[in-house]
Structures are given as C-alpha cells and as structure tokens.
C-alpha cells in the first residue's frame, strides 16, 4: 500500500514541486489548495496521468471547519495519513512594522501560524501510535526569514515562522515517543509567485548577489529536502531546522 502524504497550498510554487517528487517517489497524494482549483486539479491529472494516486481538496488552513473537513475527506479517499507537509503560507506588501495593521498581522498568524498548528493536530490524531495511529512525518515550512527578521519588508511573517520554528522544536519532542518525527525546512530565496504578493515580483534577481551561492534557489531544491526529512532515510532526524538557503 502507498504512503499517504498531505500537501497543504499545493496548487504551485514548493508545495506543487512537492507533490511532482512526492509522486515520482510513490506516495499517494491529497493536495490542498485555497484559491486555484484548475492549477490543483491540472496537478492532480498530470500526477494521475503518469501512474499516480492524487486528490484536489479545497480548504482555506486558517478556517477550522475547512480543515476539519478536508481531514475527513482524506479519511474516506486513502483511510490513512503517513506525512503532512504544512506549506501553505503567505506573505503581504512590503512596509515597515508602523504602518500595519492589527487586520493584517491577524491575517498572516492564521494562514502561516494557526493553519499548520490546526493540521498538525488532525494529522497528529491520526497518526499517534497513542491514539492506535501507526505514526508518521510532519515536515514545516518555516523560512531563513525567522533568523533574518525581514527589516523593512514584512517583520510578521518573519515572526509567523519564528512561531513555527517553536513549534516544531516543541512538538518534535511531544510526539516522539509516538512514531511521529516533526522538522522544519527554512528556505531562503525561492523563485516563486509569492515574491509578487508582497509587491517585488523580481525580489529574487534583486536580492541574489547578497547569496554566498549567487543565486536564488529553485522550488525543486526545497522539495528534495522536505521528501528527505518525511523519509525513512531520516528515520533519527527530530526537531531539526535545515535551512536551504544557499549559504544565506
Ligand atoms: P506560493 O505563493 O507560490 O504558493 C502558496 C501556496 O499556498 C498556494 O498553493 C496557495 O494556494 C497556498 N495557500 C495560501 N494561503 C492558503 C490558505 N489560507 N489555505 C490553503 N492554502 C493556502 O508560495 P511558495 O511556494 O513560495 O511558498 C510555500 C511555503 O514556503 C510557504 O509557507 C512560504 O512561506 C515558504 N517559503 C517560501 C520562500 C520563497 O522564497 N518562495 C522562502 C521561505 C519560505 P492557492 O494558490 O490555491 O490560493
């Protein structure tokens, strides 16, 4: 039987490079999108296409009635979970700490704090050989901006993975003695359409010279790090924070 892996923010970007190496790996997919139904399902017919086991479910991670949901429809699709990855996660325009707003920082501590904190305990109450889970793999996304802070540019993400990194080195202990491994992946600059939602489209050409490797990094670079860390490969691997971030 396939492995089970949870993709959360599937549709593109890391979490779609994700899932393309998860299934070439084997695993059977459910991925999560919030807002782009036909990149999720176009993802999901290519997966499917190629010999593939995938599913498309939509769930905004900050909503706990979606999540909830999305959990039980994973339930009755694949009837077990072995890793979730908790990857969705945004960012908004660049400005200093005094001009935002309390609205904002709500917003950005639900989708990249509460969303994987709200995964992580339904995927935990399926996979805790306490609960008669057969255990499992959590991997974060957390990013280089939870060391770099993100001066001028957006200091509550930078925060909102600061709480994410916390939360991996607390839950990693937690659930240990429970077959559950939790990392973190940080990555640093990352060509992505998530650079356009904080009003830089072109931030990576921008920022590459300042990376002691000259370049940003390609979001199949970071999916290699996160399928190693849900694999058994890195069966003695708990509450590590692996920056892959070209030596930024
Ligand atoms: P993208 O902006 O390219 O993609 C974001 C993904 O997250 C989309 O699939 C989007 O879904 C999904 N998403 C956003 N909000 C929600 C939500 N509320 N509920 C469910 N899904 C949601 O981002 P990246 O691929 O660049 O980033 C992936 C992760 O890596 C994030 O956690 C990010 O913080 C982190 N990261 C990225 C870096 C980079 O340089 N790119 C650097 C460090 C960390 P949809 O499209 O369907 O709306």
Redesign the pocket.
């Known amino acids: 039987m396939s492995k089970v892996m949870l993709i959360?923010?599937?549709?593109?970007?890391?979490?779609a490079a994700t899932a393309r190496l998860a299934a070439a790996k084997g695993y059977a997919l459910c991925l999560?999108?919030?807002?782009?139904q036909a990149?999720?399902e176009a993802l999901v017919s290519e997966i499917t296409q190629a010999g593939g086991q995938a599913i498309a479910v939509q769930?905004?991670?900050?909503d706990e009635t979606q999540v909830i949901a999305m959990f039980e429809q994973l339930d009755q699709h694949f009837g077990r979970l072995d890793v979730l990855v908790n990857?969705?996660?945004?960012?908004e325009t660049q400005m200093r700490l005094e001009q935002m707003d309390l609205a904002r920082w709500q917003r950005v501590f639900a989708?990249?704090v509460f969303?994987s904190f709200l995964c992580s305990r339904e995927a935990i109450k399926r996979m805790s050989t306490r609960q008669g889970g057969h255990g499992g793999a959590i991997v974060n996304?957390?990013?280089?901006?939870a060391r770099l802070g993100a001066p001028d540019e957006y200091i509550d993400y930078a925060a909102a993975?600061g709480a994410i990194d916390s939360m991996t080195l607390g839950l990693a202990k937690e659930v240990a003695g429970e077959g559950i491994r939790v990392n973190a992946v940080?990555?640093?600059?990352?060509a992505?359409?998530?650079?356009a939602?904080g009003g830089e489209p072109e931030r990576v050409a921008r920022v590459s010279p300042s990376i002691p490797m000259g370049r940003g990094g390609l979001?199949m670079e970071v999916a290699e790090a996160i399928l190693w860390l849900a694999s058994e490969q890195a069966s003695y691997v708990n509450g590590a924070l692996l920056d892959v971030s070209g030596g930024r």
Request: no cysteine; hydrophobic share 35%; charged share 5%.
């Open positions: 959360t923010g599937a549709s593109r970007g890391i979490g999560n999108y919030h807002q782009q990149a999720a769930a905004n991670v900050a990857n969705a996660g945004m960012l989708t990249n969303g996304l957390s990013s280089a901006a993975k940080r990555p640093g600059l990352i992505t359409q998530i650079h939602s979001p």
